[in-house]
């Protein structure tokens, strides 16, 4: 079992940056796929980004070159940089933790973005 717990979410103005946060509970969290997703109300949950335990990552493509996703394997967290940010990009943002099977997800973490 793997807890997750994202945090760094907040209202901010358009063009502004946010950096999400989620610190994972295991201790094995380099062999972990981990990916940050985001639910718009009325939408379905989506991809934003995804890293692999090896570091190869991949984002949506409307997403590139705004979001970048990072891990740190010493502290058990992985990261959501976001910039250049617009009101579309509000939702409630998921970290998720992936091995084989497996998959955890976190509580969320809601980001607004409005003037």
């Known amino acids: 079992q793997v807890q997750l717990v994202e945090s760094g979410g907040g209202l901010v103005q358009p063009g502004g940056s946010l950096r999400l946060s989620c610190a994972a509970s295991?201790?094995?969290?380099?062999?972990?796929?981990m990916g940050w997703y985001r639910q718009a109300p009325g939408e379905e949950r989506e991809l934003v980004a995804r890293?692999?335990?090896?570091?190869?990552?991949n984002y949506a493509d409307s997403l590139k070159g705004r979001f970048t996703i990072s891990r740190d394997n010493g502290k058990n967290t992985v990261y959501l940089q976001m910039n250049s940010l617009k009101p579309e990009d509000t939702a409630v943002y998921y970290c998720?933790?992936?091995?084989?099977?497996?998959?955890?997800w976190g509580q969320g973490t809601q980001v607004t973005v409005s003037s």
């Open positions: 295991r201790s094995l969290f380099s062999i972990y796929s």
């Open positions: 890293i692999t335990g090896g570091g190869i990552i």
């Open positions: 998720n933790a992936r091995q084989g099977s497996a998959s955890y």
